[in-house]
């Protein structure tokens, strides 16, 4: 699966990166995490 945060537990910069480098085009997120996750992503795409 391609979640980078659920309910609870935040996202991980490395996991983030680590999924991008596999070819990962979608990803999942808690809306509770969305400030947190979405930059973190955003960088990694760049």
Do not use: Q, R, W, Y
């Amino acid at each position: 699966s391609c979640t980078i945060a659920k309910p609870g537990i935040k996202a991980k910069d490395e996991h983030i990166a680590k999924m991008i480098a596999e070819g990962k085009v979608a990803f999942g997120l808690s809306v509770e995490h969305v400030e947190h996750a979405i930059p973190m992503l955003i960088n990694h795409l760049k």
